[in-house]
């Protein structure tokens, strides 16, 4: 059971790049979230979904995008790098009968 | 739109201290409030969850109490050691959607 799995770990884009942040968990949790965290702040909720072709805007969705096709992934897409887009990124699932939450290890991603 | 703030920003502590760690949102209609925890470069750990109906929950020298009605979280941590240095952060789960929103986190540091 591999939980919540991230790639790439680091990445470091040039301005105006493309790229896509992978995530996939393999414990049949319909809802996912990706989140970005800058320098001592807490996490900002970018992107969500309750379920497979259904996602949903955060607080700051502007820059990415996301799709949701299966259950099992959720990736993460910057069309357009921005250096206010370099932080760290992070995805998690949901669920179980406790509703625990499960999160990624992290995606460091520097826009230069 | 939910809000959630942790006080303080930073907290420095002696070895063998109790202390307590204070969490707050605006919007009472929760499902639930769980704390993290958060080592540097990593990614999160959940510490305790508390379902909206519960009052308090205990998982070792950790004591996290919920107040919805005045919109308040502490996690109380009992005879504080070195390892428990980290970032705590809260995130509370509202009712439609499954968001989970996360405050800014306490950074903790216990000295030996």
């Known amino acids: 059971n591999a939980g919540v799995t991230q790639t790439p770990k680091f990445r470091i884009l040039k301005i105006g790049q493309s790229m896509t942040l992978q995530c996939a968990q393999d414990m049949n949790h319909n809802y996912m979230y990706w989140y970005r965290q800058d320098p001592g702040m807490g996490l900002k909720l970018i992107y969500y979904s309750v379920g497979a072709g259904i996602t949903d805007k955060g607080e700051v969705p502007n820059g990415y995008n996301v799709s949701r096709s299966t259950t099992e992934d959720f990736p993460l897409r910057l069309e357009l790098a921005a250096p206010s887009q370099t932080s760290v990124y992070f995805c998690?699932?949901?669920?179980?009968?406790?509703?625990?939450?499960?999160f990624g290890e992290g995606s460091w991603l520097t826009v230069v | 739109k939910q809000e959630v703030t942790q006080i303080p920003a930073a907290l420095s502590v002696p070895e063998g201290e109790n202390l307590v760690l204070n969490c707050s949102f605006t919007d009472s209609a929760i499902y639930n409030l769980q704390w993290f925890r958060q080592d540097p470069g990593k990614g999160l750990t959940s510490l305790l969850l508390?379902?909206?109906?519960?009052r308090e929950q205990t998982s070792g020298r950790l004591n996290a109490s919920l107040d919805k009605s005045s919109g308040r979280s502490t996690l109380y941590i009992a005879a504080s050691q070195p390892g428990d240095s980290a970032t705590y952060l809260c995130?509370?789960?509202?009712?439609?959607?499954?968001?989970?929103?996360f405050g800014q986190g306490t950074e903790l540091s216990v000295k030996p």
């Open positions: 998690a699932s949901l669920g179980g009968g406790q509703n625990t939450i499960y």
């Open positions: 995130a509370v789960t509202g009712n439609q959607g499954g968001k989970l929103i």
């Open positions: 508390i379902q909206s109906s519960q």
